[in-house]
């Protein structure tokens, strides 16, 4: 099903209300749907529509459809548009098989916004992340996004990190295909950037990852 | 999309687009509802389909005049449906609650989406006894899938028996996107007609309205033989099941999920039920004549329970059984039910062991997330003009001095009651009861009440529920201040029209309804602000509340700051001048972050000074009148 094999994928994209994490999983829905796999979303947000805490639980299966909601400890990826987001999700729907793709920046919430309170410094969120996952990647996306001129397409950039990473089955032509058909000719080709260099950073990690990782087993061979 | 006419195509449909998509497959001509989480997006989808599909769509100004236009078109052989979320039922209420005696020609189905958990409601209400209350068939569907098919079947059964049915969702339900199999749009012509020559529809026509009772209930019964046949009730598991489960609606894929992740696959039943009033009696006597333990899933209340109790105990059998649910313990009273609170309950009946996973990760987590994690509050969005109305009321209420108070309503401004709107907000109930109370309260000074009064509301709950309250306290000259939060839409449950605005549901122009002239009209003193203009503002409003003992009404008007943001940009550019703002020496102790509160305006940790947050600040530029320093200037944007 997946590079790891999992029926049902069970994955979970977080974000801030606003940072469109409903947009890109709903699209990514529609290609597994497409692909032939039973997918169910189910969008958990609250009365905000701006600042409150936003997730879709995406759940894809060859065999049957899956309800909307992930049970405690079973998300098998989280794809967070928010690093404080990321660690809120793996806190319940975490397990020691969870990975986890994650934006750095963060959104701060009113009580740091108004200095009342502490955001937890991007070390301490990544020894939480490491501490609760499987494998864990951090990508800068609004810096990406920023530096297309919108900060709006971290989404974007992240559903490529998701894509680039392989660890759902969706095919890269095939997303940007349903981007060609959701998006008006003046925003596509900004959309289709902010995709593809996700997909790219992403790709660049994981090189650096598994060389990374062959040269521990030579070593520990030696 | 969702009016392609593709049968068989298989689509991801959110669940109230699967309902939208069963009426359209029903051949609806008339759909109308009046705007509420989490049904909304039922009419708005249809409001989508108006044009191509030659069906009529409106967003009504309630929801008990959404169910007259859509009992209308019923009563005119013309399918029709109507979508609410459970408080909008109880609008609806009286109305329905004499429909069901007069009955309907056409199919009429009203769909009402529940709110388990109170996500996006003032309330946690479970609108299935209203179908046993007024005796009227009730759907729940369980799957996407199910969401279409069983509303276009609803259609048929309501023509079967001349009466509306009733299909109830809920938030897992509605906003759950799932594989849907489109079915076949229907074709020809459709032809409005009221038969005059046929009895009217009224239970006090010719006889009393106990007869239409009476038929009523052979009505339901007749439905109870249909619903033993139908193919939204199933059973999975063994034949002798040592636990079975009953469930219905949201209940279903959690249950199923919980038999599967315990792998009790062999020894524990689901009956899952679509048809859950009237019961399928003899299909469920059948199933229970088979366990001696059952375990009802379903959310918010014990309906189905309760019901199934209660059929039980009429049961020859003399067989008694060991129910488990809300009532035992083993299924929360209230609030949502989710996968895991089924796994408990079934380990804790069958007696195993569960854990989602290791003990030691689950401390580590709930450490990791007490100390680093916190809840991100509800506020007004940068440059909501809802924040800078409540600041003016918050201000002129001091100015004034005598511990005015602030009756809320409906809205994104039900937020008044948090830090974000200044806690000026003291009451919240239902749509239009701001005002009523308002109305009240202005009449208590005989007592010795001498406190000014406010009542907020916003322009379409005005046009909602607030204008019979208003004429109320005209009649009564009662002594109160109403300030209209005029936003130019219906925000909160996502921008819809209304007949203040100038365009309707399906994208035509209407004549808006003007509310200072309706005010006028009525006879009271109506003045207009804008809400960006805090100075102002907060100076009608004292001069306002001068001018006691009789109802006046203020208009505070703005455009949401998220709809202008789609078509403008923004009017400022807004910036902090680090040489003016001089941080914590200033002595108003950060006073823009921590008592304005725009997110679009931030406390910056290191230089100690405010800061600008572009990716976030609208531009309104209101945040430059409050800074003692002026450090905070705009430049309008040409």
Known sequence: MSDHGRDPLNLIITGVGGQGNILISKLLGEVMLEAGYWVTIGETYGASQRGGSVASHVRVSKRTQYGPLIPEGQAGLILGLEPVESLRMLGTYGSPETDVITNIRPVYPMAVAIGEAEYPSLETIKEGIRKLSHEAWYLDASEIAIGLGAPLLANMVMAGALIGSRLIPVEEEKFKGKLKMNFEKDRLSLNLRAFSLGVSAMREQRKTFQSERSRKTTARKK | ?638
């Open chain 2, 1 to 638: 999309m969702i009016a392609a006419n593709a049968p068989n195509t298989c689509q991801l449909l959110m669940g109230n687009e699967a309902i939208a998509r069963g009426a359209l497959e029903a051949g609806i001509g008339v759909a109308a509802a009046y705007p509420g989480n989490p049904s909304s997006e039922i009419i708005g989808t249809l409001a989508q389909a108006a044009k191509e599909l030659k069906i009529y769509v409106e967003w009504s100004v309630n929801e008990k005049v959404a169910l007259e236009v859509a009992a209308a078109a019923s009563f005119a052989n013309i399918r029709a449906i109507s979508a609410m979320k459970q408080n909008g039922l109880n609008v609806a209420l009286d109305f329905l609650a004499n429909l069901n005696l007069t009955g309907v020609k056409s199919g009429l189905v009203l769909v009402v989406s529940d709110d388990p958990g109170s996500i996006s409601s003032t309330n946690e209400q479970d609108s299935r006894h209203v179908a046993k209350t007024l005796d009227l068939p009730l759907l729940e569907p369980a799957t996407p899938q199910e969401a279409k098919d069983m509303t276009r079947w609803a259609f048929e059964l309501s023509e079967e028996i001349a009466n509306a049915c009733l299909v109830r969702s809920v938030t897992r339900i509605s906003h759950a996107r799932g594989n849907v199999t489109l079915g076949k749009l229907p074709d020809g012509e459709k032809r409005a007609r009221f038969d005059i020559s046929r009895p009217p529809y009224a239970s006090i026509a010719a006889t009393t309205p106990v007869k239409f009772h009476e038929k009523l209930h052979q009505t339901l019964s007749r439905v109870s033989e249909i619903y033993e046949r139908s193919s939204f009730n199933w059973f999975v598991g063994p034949k002798q099941p040592e636990l079975l489960i009953i469930t219905c609606g949201s209940g279903w894929f959690y249950s199923k999920e919980a038999v599967d992740i315990l792998s009790k696959e062999d020894s524990i039943g689901i009956l899952k039920l679509g048809t859950t009033w009237p019961l399928p009696r003899a299909l469920i006597e059948r199933y229970l004549l088979q366990t001696k333990k059952v375990l009802v899933i379903e959310e918010i209340d014990a309906f189905l329970e309760t019901n199934l109790k209660e059929l039980s105990a009429d049961l020859a059998s003399g067989k008694t059984w060991t129910f488990y649910g809300k009532a035992s313990g083993h299924i929360p009273p209230c609030g949502e039910i989710n996968p895991n609170v089924v796994i408990k309950a079934i380990a804790e009946i069958v007696k195993v062991n569960y854990v989602s996973r290791g003990a030691d990760y689950h401390e580590k987590s709930r450490k990791i997330v007490e100390e680093n994690i916190f809840p991100r509050g509800l506020q007004f969005c940068a440059g909501c003009p809802h924040r800078t109305s409540f600041w003016a009321i918050k201000d002129a209420l001091r100015m004034d001095g005598r511990e005015g108070l602030v009756l809320g309503d409906i809205g994104c401004y039900s937020m008044g009651l948090m830090s974000t709107g200044f806690s000026q907000i003291k009451t919240v109930h239902a749509m239009g009861s701001g005002m009523g109370i308002a109305s009240g309260l202005g009449k208590v000074s005989s007592f010795g009440f001498n406190q000014p009064v406010i009542a907020v509301c916003g322009d379409s709950t005005f046009f909602h529920a607030v204008i019979p309250a208003l004429i109320n306290a005209i009649h009564s000259q009662s002594d109160f201040i109403l300030v209209v939060l005029d936003n130019a839409g219906t925000a909160m449950t996502g921008f819809q029209p209304h007949p203040g605005t100038d365009m309707n549901a399906i994208g035509a122009s209407s004549p808006p309804v003007n509310i200072e002239k309706l005010c006028q009209a009525l006879g009271v003193k109506v003045i207009v602000a804008d809400a960006y203009d805090v100075k102002e503002t907060t100076q009608k409003l004292v001069d306002l509340l001068r001018d006691e003992g009789k109802p006046r009404v203020l208009i505070s008007r703005r455009e949401c700051a998220l709809i202008r943001a789609k078509r403008e940009k923004p009017l400022y550019k807004v910036q902090i001048n680090p040489d003016r703002c001089i941080g914590e020496t200033c002595g108003c102790e950060r006073f823009c972050t921590r008592v304005f509160k725009c997110p679009g305006l931030i406390w910056d940790k290191n230089t100690k000074k405010a800061k600008i947050d572009e990716a976030v600040c609208s531009g309104c530029g209101v945040c430059v009148e409050i800074c003692s320093q002026s450090a905070i200037v705009r430049e309008a944007n040409e």
